[in-house]
């Protein structure tokens, strides 16, 4: 049994909690942490019954300040397109910024940490962050720029990331954030089917110490979208060290424009913000899915912006005075509703770190913690795993945590416990939140002051959310049953993607059109949605995830197709066929191998064609979708029907003998073969 730490310090009874405090590896809140949350009881927990949906997301949305109240809270008329808060207008920007300046003026918004020990923080109080957002709009409105255009980024962390996504928001355009280490071709494809005309980039930034020339990426951005029709015409470029270009690779004349020299025009511009409708989109997220196009997840700006502020103050427990650094990079949707938009709508102090946790050595995350006094730390299995494994040490210094979250992949147990008790000293609480790009923000968490923690697991449904588990045919898998099954929402929610910016039809076909009760109703308890996860639920509601059941594969916390991967091999000439499985890593959860057959007349003996197909990955995604292994086979293993049995590959790749019956395969020589190639033998 694993120890208990504090008894329930609420003063609710068990009878009111319920089943939650029965199991034997529950571990409760610390007495001082309950005492300060912003959930005390039951009654609050009620609201969000389901008897009470929709109307329960009030409470979230009635957190953000709006220019028109809404008249339908959810219009359920289009399934599975839901509409949030119709009626309603609002900014998002004036609701992360202006409506703080009475009250937080003078308080750090955002502080960034360079990747350097020895370049100083930037501090951004909501007035600077004020000031510098109006005068990015007042440029963004002089480049002819309105309400419902989209802008592609392509940029790491640096405050001008936010500046830049707040500055879009407050004129109502859409931005499209492309993660900065992935490739130029990456980013170009996303130009492309966002279509937009504008790229915002820099010219540089730091990587484990190294200056990275992140410009040359825009160059092959914008050839990689004109080749897929769409131009770019212009290319915004900020500088990594203001009023100094630091890449080497040449401005573009007319289609290159630096900013320090643009914003000088600019300065002491105001810009009045612009009230969008609750359903208009605020952001583009793409991200991979079980095809080989990568997805624009459409986020709305009332129901999304609520969704976030909501799980922000009341399960994330952010108060006004705590310093909240959350690791993740803003390139991904962790960042944009966990660092940018919940936070800063709840006027707290949003920490954000250019480099890698462990640069320049293992307790550099420690340091930057116990300097700024931050009192939430969010961030993944992976870099929990590589700090506890390098030896990182943050006992030895004064860190004072509240709260840890994880997210992004499964928690080893024993991870777990190393987060609990050694970075948290069994002070701090533990959310494990379990949520997608699609769904805007968490979805499986414990409510942190109410409902003890478990190991492993990502707790129930976060407030008004119906988790259930079915089977392949559609049937509930009952919670303690001990089987796993396909996770999916019973009910929709506010922070769910609009839509599939393009193909909206694609969001019925992946998240809906598998377990639709009635394609014909308008009810929405006839639209479970899908997650594309696997979990169990315990007796209590407890959901531990699985993996992805899909091609779909999390490598350090980070989501890649396995088409995409696939797609990028094969466009070396002696490919001919190409399978992605994951194989289990210690550190980053699962890594890509790769298995390649070639086309006839090539030497399947060539040590270059290995690096050649990991350049081409590396150069076509990034080098986050490097392969662990290329392994050349002389054929797959294939169905009768002529499908690549991953199965079997997977088994391979990760030494287990359970590959099924092989007899149906065509060609079940290949298996033997295979595994030896593997084994080296
Ligand atoms: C937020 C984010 C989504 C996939 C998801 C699942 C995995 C996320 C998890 C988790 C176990 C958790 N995942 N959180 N698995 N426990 N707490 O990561 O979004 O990049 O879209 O990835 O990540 O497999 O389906 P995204």
Not at 503 to 528: F, G, H, I, T
Not at 641 to 657: F, P, Q, T, V
């Amino acid at each position: 049994m694993e120890e208990v730490t504090q008894i329930n310090g609420t003063g609710i009874s068990e009878a009111e909690i319920g089943a939650y405090w029965l199991e034997e590896d529950y571990i409760y809140p610390s007495e001082e942490f309950v005492r300060k949350a912003y959930i005390q009881n039951q009654p609050f927990l009620n609201k969000f019954k389901e008897e009470n949906f929709p109307e329960c997301f009030h409470e979230y949305a009635n957190l953000l300040s709006w220019d028109r109240y809404w008249t339908t809270t959810l219009d359920s008329s289009n399934p599975p397109f839901w509409r949030w808060f119709v009626g309603g207008k609002l900014n998002a920007c004036y609701n992360c910024v202006d409506r703080h300046l009475d009250k937080y003026k003078n308080k750090a918004a955002i502080i960034w940490v360079s990747e350097s020990v020895d370049e100083p923080d930037r501090i951004l109080t909501y007035q600077e962050l004020y000031v510098k957002v109006n005068e990015f709009a007042s440029l963004l409105l002089e480049m002819g720029l309105k309400a419902g255009d989209t802008v592609t980024f392509h940029l790491p962390m640096v405050p001008e990331l936010p500046i830049s996504m707040l500055a879009c928001a407050r004129l109502g355009i859409i931005h499209s954030e492309v993660f900065g280490g992935f490739s130029g071709q990456a980013c170009g494809e996303r130009i492309a089917d966002s279509k937009s005309k504008i790229l915002i980039t820099i010219d540089g930034y730091y990587r484990s110490g190294k200056f990275i020339d992140h410009k040359a990426n825009a160059d092959i951005a914008v050839a990689t979208a004109e080749k897929l029709g769409q131009k770019v015409e212009k290319v915004l470029i900020w500088t990594r060290h203001p009023g100094t270009y630091s890449s080497k690779t040449p401005l573009v004349e007319g289609r290159d424009l630096l900013l320090d020299d643009l914003m000088k025009k600019h300065r002491g511009k105001r810009v009045d913000y612009v009230p969008m409708p609750s359903e208009s989109i605020l952001f583009l997220m793409y991200t991979s899915g079980s095809t080989g196009k990568p997805k624009g997840c459409a986020h709305s700006t009332g129901g999304y912006l609520s969704y976030v502020a909501g799980t922000s103050k009341f399960i994330h427990d952010i108060h006004p005075e705590d310093v909240h650094w959350c690791m993740a990079d803003i390139g991904w949707i962790t960042g944009h509703s966990y660092i940018v938009y919940g936070p800063l709508a709840n006027a707290a102090t949003s920490v954000m770190y250019e480099g890698v946790p462990l640069y320049p050595n293992v307790n550099r995350v420690w340091r930057i913690a116990e300097r700024l006094g931050v009192s939430i730390l969010h961030t993944a299995p992976t870099a929990i795993r590589m700090l506890m494994r390098a030896g990182s040490n943050p006992t030895q210094y004064k860190c004072d945590f509240r709260l840890l979250v994880t997210v992004g992949e499964p928690i080893e147990p024993e991870v777990w416990r190393w987060y609990y008790k050694v970075v948290g000293k069994k002070g701090a609480v533990v959310l494990d939140t379990w949520w997608q790009t699609e769904t805007g923000g968490w979805l499986c968490t414990t409510i942190p002051s109410v409902m003890p923690m478990k190991p492993g697991s990502a707790g129930p449904g976060a407030l008004g959310i119906y988790p259930v588990i079915y089977d392949e045919l559609g049937n509930e898998v009952l919670p303690g049953s001990g089987k796993a099954g396909n996770l999916c929402i019973k009910n929709p929610w506010p922070g769910r993607m609009l839509t599939i910016w393009g193909d909206p039809e694609r969001l019925v076909k992946q998240y809906y059109e598998k377990y639709c009760k009635n394609r014909d109703s308008k009810d929405w308890r006839d639209w479970p949605y899908f997650s594309g996860d696997a979990a169990t639920m315990a007796k209590d509601g407890y959901i531990r995830v699985l993996g992805r059941v899909d091609d779909v594969i999390n490598v350090a916390g980070h989501r890649l197709g396995t088409k995409e991967i696939e797609s990028a091999a094969l466009t070396c000439e002696e490919v001919a066929e190409a399978a992605v499985v994951p194989k289990s890593d210690e550190l980053r959860g699962h890594v890509p191998d790769l298995y390649v057959s070639l086309k006839s007349g090539y030497e399947t003996d060539n040590k270059h064609l290995e690096d050649k197909i990991k350049q081409a990955i590396s150069s076509i995604i990034g080098p986050i979708a490097r392969p662990a292994n290329v392994y050349v086979v002389s054929d797959m293993p294939k169905t009768r029907s002529g499908k690549i049995m991953r199965r079997i590959l997977a088994a391979i790749s990760n030494n287990r003998e359970d590959y099924g019956d092989i007899t149906t395969l065509v060609n079940p020589d290949v298996v033997e073969e295979i595994r030896n190639i593997v084994r080296g033998e």
